[in-house]
C-alpha cells in the first residue's frame, strides 16, 4: 500500500512569492491534515479535512495561506505572498475515520521542505 | 504553559539501557495519547498509543498513562543506536492532535 506523497520535497523561494504544495493520502483515507514543522519543534496542525469539507481550520493564517480538497482526495495548500517566516517543513497526513472520536491513527508524507530567501 | 511539555533533551543513554521519556499535558479532557518517532530529516511515525491509565506493552516499548497526575511516558527497554530519534508526545483533544516539541535520544554504542 502506497503511504502519504507528497511534492515538491523541497523548494526555494523568494519572499512575496506564491508556492503550493500537494499532498496524495492514503487510499481510502477520508481525513486529510495539513501541518507545519518547525526546526526542534513538534507539529502544528493548520487544517484538517473530512473528505472535501475543511472542519478545523482555526490555526490557518487565511490572509496568506489557503487549500483546497477537491473530490475529497488530493489536497494542495497555498501560501501567497510568501514571508521569510513561512520557512518551516509543510506535513500532510492521512487517517482512517473508524469512529473513535478522533484517534485515528495519523499517517505522515515525507514533508516539503519550504526556504523563504 | 505550553499544553504538551517535553524535556528537550537530548537524553543520552548507553546501548542496553532502558530510556525514559516524560511528557505532560495540561488539558484534563484530553483522551488519547500517542508517541510519535522522529528521525532527522524524515517525518513522525506513531510507535504507542494509549488511551487508558496503567501501562501497554508492545515489543521493546511501553508507554504509561496517568491522568490524574497529567503525563504519560514511554519506556524502551534494550535501546538500541537505532533508536537515536526524536520523540513527540501527541495528546488528542476530540479531533485536534497537539504535539510536544519532542525529546532527542541518542544511544550510544
Known amino acids: 500500500e502506497a503511504g502519504v506523497v507528497q511534492s515538491p520535497r523541497y523548494k526555494i523561494i523568494e519572499k512575496k512569492q506564491p508556492v503550493a504544495f500537494w499532498c496524495n493520502p492514503i487510499s481510502g483515507h477520508n481525513t486529510l491534515y495539513w501541518y507545519l514543522q518547525n526546526l526542534g519543534q513538534g507539529p502544528e496542525l493548520l487544517i484538517r479535512?473530512?473528505?472535501?469539507?475543511?472542519?478545523?481550520d482555526s490555526q490557518l493564517p487565511k490572509d496568506r495561506f489557503s487549500a483546497e480538497r477537491l473530490k475529497g482526495v488530493d489536497s494542495t495548500l497555498k501560501i501567497q505572498p510568501a514571508e521569510l517566516g513561512d520557512s518551516a517543513v509543510y506535513l500532510c497526513?492521512?487517517?482512517?475515520?473508524?469512529?473513535?472520536?478522533?484517534?485515528?491513527?495519523?499517517?505522515f508524507g515525507p514533508g516539503t521542505r519550504l526556504t523563504v530567501l | 504553559q505550553k499544553e504538551v511539555e517535553q524535556n528537550s533533551g537530548p537524553l543520552s543513554v548507553p546501548e542496553g539501557a532502558i530510556a525514559s521519556l516524560n511528557c505532560t499535558y495540561s488539558d484534563r479532557v484530553s483522551q488519547s495519547f500517542f508517541w510519535y518517532r522522529q528521525y532527522s530529516g524524515k517525518s513522525p511515525e506513531l510507535i504507542m498509543s494509549?488511551?487508558?491509565?496503567g501501562d501497554k506493552e508492545d515489543g521493546r516499548f511501553t508507554a504509561q498513562l496517568n491522568k490524574a497526575s497529567q503525563y504519560v511516558s514511554l519506556l524502551i527497554r534494550d535501546s538500541q543506536p537505532s533508536d537515536s530519534a526524536t520523540y513527540l508526545c501527541?495528546?488528542?483533544?476530540?479531533?485536534?492532535?497537539?504535539f510536544g516539541a519532542g525529546t532527542r535520544l541518542f544511544v550510544k554504542a
Open positions: 501527541a495528546v488528542n483533544r476530540g479531533f485536534k492532535t497537539i
Open positions: 497526513a492521512s487517517s482512517l475515520d473508524s469512529g473513535t472520536g478522533g484517534a485515528d491513527t495519523q499517517y
Open positions: 479535512y473530512e473528505n472535501e469539507e475543511a472542519v478545523d
Open positions: 494509549i488511551y487508558s491509565n
